[in-house]
C-alpha cells in the first residue's frame, strides 16, 4: 500500500472510532433527556436515522490477515422507535477489488417500496475519503431477493444499512467478502483517463482474458469502455465470449451494448452490435486489427447483469481469406470463414473449399451461403455442380469431416440439423437444384487435411411452374400426354404475384386421337385500365390466350382474357390434340395470376353427348341437357353447327338462360355456352343469369353460326338454356316472303303463326294477327261426354241424400216416438244407404 492511501486508511478509521465515542456522548445525553422528560410526555414521534454504538464495521485488506471473511447485519435495539443507520466498509490493497456475495437476506418491504428498511450499494467509490452522496450510487435492496455479487470499481466497496425496526438481528442480511487480484481487469495497456480503456499489443500479450470491469459482479451505469487490439500484419485476431450478459432492450440494442468492429477505430466497419444474454459469440477479425467498445447508460432502471468474459487470441493460424473473393464471393465479417454469395440475375460462379488447391487446414469450419434474387420482380433457385471432390473421413456416416448441403432454407429457422445431404470421401456428389433461392454448405474439416472440392453455382429463374422446362430456361413449358394425362399449371410464382414484363408459353402435345381440356380454378390479372370484366380486345395490359393447335400447325384462338373474367371449361374439338397457352404482362403492377387444370382424354364422337349439324330448315330450337331440367353437374361437350342457304344469316336469340357463374366477378370457370357469330373469329362466352342487348340476341356474320355448351367436373348444375334460331336476310330491298316490321330481317313465310317469335328480340311481326282454327277430335268430344254424364249422376245423388237427411232431422228422438199396437208385427226398414 502506498504511504498517501494509507494516510487516507486511517484517516477514515480515526474518523470512525471519533464519531462512536461522539455517537455514544449524544446518545446517553439523549436518554436522560427522555427520561427527565417521560412525566410530561406520552407519546413519542419519530426521530431521523442516528447511527448506534458498534454498528458500523470495516473491512482492511493487509498482508499479515486472511483474504475473505463473512458479515451480517448488526444486533441492535431501537430504543423509542428510532431508525438506523449502519455502514459496511471494505478496502482493499492497490493490486485487489473487493467482491461481496449476499447468501441470506430478509429486510422489510418490496421494491421499489424500499421505506422502512434497505441497503444502499456504493462500488464506484474511487476515493475513500469522499463522502458517499458524492460517488455514484450502486442501488437500493430490500425485501427477501439477494442482491447479485458485486465487485469494486475500484479499491472501496460501502454497504449503507437502514433500519427503523425496535430490534434488529443477524439474520436480517449475511454474506461474504473477499478481497480479490486486479489483475484479471488489466486487459493491456491502460488509458490514463478511462478505468476500462486498454491497447492491447500482439508482441506483449498474444492471448489472454477479456472481461468488463466488475465481472462476474453487476456491471456498472453509465461505462463507457474501449478495448484496441493492435496485430502485426499476416495475424487475425479472434474474441470468444464463454460469458455474456447485458441488460436487453431489444434487437437493435438502443442501451446497454457491446460493438465490434473490423479495425483500429469506431470508423472502421461494423461487424455487429450486440447485448442479451448470447451463447458460443465468437468474433474474427478480417486483417490483423479489432476495436470493442462497451457503454452502458445512466438509467434509472435497476438492472443486475454480469456483462461479459471472454478471450482474446492473436494468430496467423486461422483461415486465409483469400480464396473467398475470387469471384463474387463477400467474407461474413466476424466470421473465419464464412462467406456469401448473391446472384447479380442468373449469374454463375465457382466455390472452393479454405486454402484451394492447396490442403485445407484442420478443425475450421466454413459456411457458405448462395442465395439467388428474391423480389416482387425476381425469383430464382441455385444449381450446384462439383468438379472436384476429396474430404477424407474416418467414418462412412460422415460424422468428422463433411460437407453438408442445405436446400430449402433451413438457415432462416436455425435448423443446422435437417440438412438435406451429407457428402464425403472422394466420390463427387450428384448435381443439386435449390427448392428455392437458398442453398447453403457447411464444410466441417475435422482432425483430418485433404484438397477439399470445388463446385460450380449457377442461378436460374425459378418459375414455379409445374412442368417440363425449355433448355433455355425461359417461361416455357411442355406437357406431354404420354408422360401425364393429367395435372396442374399456373402462372409465373402462384399464389404470390406473377413478374412485371414476363411472356410465358405452356404448350400442351396430346396423342393423335385425344383431345385437350382446360379448367381454370383461379384467375385474376392486374385490371387498373378496365372496372368491368376482361375479355378480347378489353384486355391491353396483363392477358391469357388460348389457342387450338391443329395438326396442320394452324392456331385457333379462343379468346383474350384478363381481369377477373376467368375463361369457360375449354376443350379442343374432335381432331385436335395440340394446344397453347400465353400468359403476357406488361412493365407495370402484378397480380396473383392464375391456376388451372389440364386434361388428355380419348376423343368421342363429334355430337355423341348432344349438339348436332342443323341445315337444310329456316328455323329451329336449342336446348341444355336434360331442359327443362337442370343440366348435370359433371363434364360434357355439346356442339351445334347451324349453316342456312347461301347469302343468309343465322339469328340467334336466347329466351331462358341460366348458367353459373357471373361474367362481372369471376368468370365462367364451372360452365360456359359459346358462340361463333364469325367461325374466323373467337367466340363470345355467355354465363349467368343476366344477358345484354349485345348478347340476349346474336347475328351471325355469314350463313354459318356454332353454338358450344360446355361443363367441368365441378360444375354445380343450374337451370341450363333455351334459344331459338331462324334463317334470315337483313335489310332487304325486296322481300318475298315475310318481312319483320321493326327488325327489317326477311324470314320464311312458313314461319308466320308457328308461335315462335322468329322476328327477334322486340318483334313480334309474325305473331301479329293469328287466327286460331280448332279442330274437334272425336275421342276429346266421346270423353267430355261420358265425364259429364258421369257427373250429372253424382249430382243427383248428393241431392236425394241432403232431401233425406232433411226430413230425418224432423224426426223425434227414439224414446219418445208412441209404441205401435203389440198385434201389429214389427217392420224392418231399408235406408236410402244401404241400396
Keep these: 500500500m502506498t504511504t498517501s492511501y494509507r494516510q487516507k486508511v486511517n484517516k477514515n ?24 422528560e417521560s412525566a410530561a410526555v406520552s407519546v413519542v414521534t419519530s426521530f431521523p436515522p442516528t447511527r448506534a454504538p458498534k454498528c458500523d464495521r470495516l473491512f482492511v485488506s493487509n498482508t499479515e490477515d486472511t483474504k475473505n471473511g463473512t458479515f451480517e447485519s448488526p444486533v441492535v435495539s431501537n430504543l423509542m422507535n428510532h431508525s438506523r443507520q449502519c455502514i459496511y466498509v471494505f478496502i482493499a490493497a492497490e493490486d485487489e477489488r473487493v467482491k461481496i456475495t449476499f447468501n441470506k437476506f430478509n429486510l422489510r418491504g418490496a421494491p421499489p417500496e424500499c421505506n422502512h428498511e434497505f441497503i444502499d450499494l456504493y462500488t464506484e467509490i474511487d476515493d475513500p475519503g469522499k463522502e458517499l452522496i458524492e460517488t455514484p450510487f450502486g442501488g437500493r435492496y430490500c425485501g427477501k431477493t439477494l442482491p447479485r455479487t458485486r465487485i469494486s470499481m475500484y479499491q472501496t466497496l460501502t454497504i449503507s444499512f437502514y433500519s427503523d425496526a425496535s430490534m434488529i438481528t443477524p439474520d436480517a442480511f449475511q454474506g461474504t467478502y473477499e478481497f480479490v487480484n486486479a489483475s484479471k481487469y488489466s486487459i493491456g495497456t491502460p488509458a490514463p483517463s478511462s478505468v476500462c480503456t486498454f491497447t492491447i499489443y500482439h508482441d506483449r500479450k498474444k492471448e489472454g482474458l477479456f472481461v468488463s470491469p466488475t465481472y462476474p459482479g453487476v456491471y456498472p451505469k453509465n461505462l463507457h469502455c474501449q478495448y484496441r487490439f493492435l496485430g502485426r500484419a499476416g495475424q487475425r485476431v479472434r474474441l470468444e465470449f464463454m460469458d455474456f450478459d447485458l441488460f436487453y432492450g431489444g434487437p437493435h440494442c438502443p442501451f446497454d451494448h457491446v460493438k465490434v468492429f473490423d479495425g483500429k477505430t469506431k470508423n472502421d466497419p461494423l461487424i455487429g452490435t450486440y447485448c442479451g444474454q448470447r451463447r458460443n459469440l465468437m468474433v474474427y477479425s478480417s486483417a490483423e486489427n479489432l476495436y470493442v467498445e462497451f457503454n452502458t447508460l445512466r438509467r434509472t432502471a435497476d438492472t443486475q447483469n454480469r456483462g461479459f468474459s471472454g478471450f482474446f487470441e492473436f494468430s496467423e ?36 473449399s479454405p486454402n484451394w488447391p492447396f490442403l485445407y487446414y484442420a478443425n475450421i469450419v466454413c459456411r457458405y451461403y448462395i442465395y439467388g434474387m428474391k423480389d416482387a420482380q425476381y425469383l430464382e433457385k441455385v444449381r450446384l455442380e462439383f468438379d472436384k471432390f476429396e474430404i477424407p473421413s474416418k467414418d462412412e456416416e460422415c460424422n468428422e469431416a463433411y460437407l ?88 409465373p410464382r402462384y399464389p404470390s404475384n406473377y413478374p412485371s414484363s414476363t411472356y410465358c408459353q405452356y404448350v400442351f402435345k396430346g396423342l393423335p386421337g385425344e383431345q385437350v381440356q382446360f379448367v381454370f380454378n383461379y384467375f385474376k390479372t392486374k385490371s387498373s385500365l378496365i372496372s368491368s370484366h376482361g375479355y378480347n380486345e378489353m384486355c391491353t395490359e396483363d392477358w391469357i390466350e388460348i389457342y387450338e393447335v391443329y395438326p396442320s400447325g394452324r392456331e385457333n384462338k379462343f379468346g383474350r382474357y384478363c381481369s377477373r373474367t376467368a375463361p369457360g371449361p375449354v376443350v379442343s374439338d374432335v381432331g385436335v390434340h395440340d394446344m397453347k397457352v400465353m400468359l403476357n404482362t406488361d412493365n407495370s403492377d402484378v397480380a396473383s395470376g392464375f391456376s388451372a387444370t389440364y386434361l388428355f382424354f380419348p376423343s368421342k364422337p363429334k355430337f355423341s353427348d348432344c349438339g348436332g349439324n342443323m341445315t337444310g330448315t329456316s328455323n329451329g330450337i336449342i336446348t341444355s341437357p336434360g331442359f327443362p331440367s337442370a343440366y348435370e353437374p359433371h363434364r360434357q361437350i355439346c356442339n351445334w353447327h347451324i349453316t342456312v342457304q347461301p347469302f343468309h344469316k343465322v339469328l340467334l336469340s336466347f329466351n331462358y338462360f341460366l348458367i353459373e357463374g357471373d361474367p362481372l366477378e369471376r368468370g365462367c370457370p364451372g360452365a360456359v355456352v359459346r358462340v361463333w357469330s364469325n367461325l374466323s373469329l373467337p367466340p363470345m362466352e355467355l354465363c349467368g343469369e343476366r344477358m345484354s342487348n349485345q348478347t340476349h340476341q346474336i347475328l351471325s356474320s355469314s350463313s354459318e353460326l356454332k353454338l358450344q355448351f360446355v361443363t367441368a367436373d365441378k360444375a354445380v348444375g343450374s337451370g341450363g338454356f333455351r334459344a331459338v334460331w331462324t ?15 321493326r327488325s327489317r330481317f326477311c324470314i320464311s313465310s312458313a314461319l308466320r303463326c308457328n308461335e315462335i317469335s322468329n322476328c327477334g328480340f322486340d318483334d313480334d311481326t309474325d305473331e301479329k294477327n293469328c287466327t286460331k282454327e280448332v279442330s274437334m277430335d272425336i275421342y276429346l268430344v266421346v270423353g267430355l261426354s261420358v265425364g259429364a254424364a258421369a257427373f250429372s249422376v253424382l249430382a243427383l245423388c248428393a241431392a236425394c241424400r241432403r232431401k233425406r237427411k232433411r226430413r230425418g232431422d224432423n224426426v223425434p228422438a227414439f224414446e219418445h216416438r208412441p209404441q205401435p199396437p203389440r198385434e201389429v208385427p214389427s217392420m224392418h226398414l231399408i235406408s236410402m244407404e244401404s241400396v
Excluded at 727 to 741: D, F, G, I, M, S
Aim: contains cysteine; aromatic residues 12%.
Design 13 to 36: 478509521i480515526s474518523w470512525c472510532y471519533t464519531y462512536e465515542l461522539i455517537s455514544v456522548f449524544f446518545l446517553v445525553a439523549y436518554i436522560l433527556t427522555v427520561v427527565s
Design 317 to 352: 493460424g486461422f483461415v486465409n481469406l483469400a480464396f473467398i473473393g475470387k469471384y463474387d464471393a463477400q467474407h461474413i465479417r466476424g466470421t473465419e470463414c464464412d462467406q456469401k454469395i448473391l446472384s447479380k440475375q442468373e449469374s454463375n460462379g465457382t466455390v472452393f
Design 404 to 491: 453438408k448441403l442445405y436446400l430449402q432454407g433451413q438457415e432462416e429457422r436455425n435448423a443446422v440439423d435437417e440438412y438435406d445431404h451429407v457428402f464425403c470421401g472422394e466420390t463427387t456428389p450428384p448435381t443439386l437444384v435449390s427448392d428455392g433461392p437458398r442453398l447453403m454448405l457447411i464444410f466441417s474439416s475435422g482432425s483430418s487435411q485433404g484438397k477439399g472440392f470445388k463446385a460450380r453455382y449457377t442461378f436460374e429463374t425459378d418459375y414455379r411452374v409445374p412442368g417440363t422446362p425449355s433448355p433455355n430456361r425461359t417461361c416455357h413449358f411442355i406437357y406431354k400426354s404420354e408422360s401425364k394425362k393429367t395435372g396442374d399449371f399456373n402462372s
Design 727 to 741: 334463317e334470315v336476310k337483313e335489310a332487304p330491298t325486296t322481300c318475298k316472303h315475310l318481312l319483320c316490321e
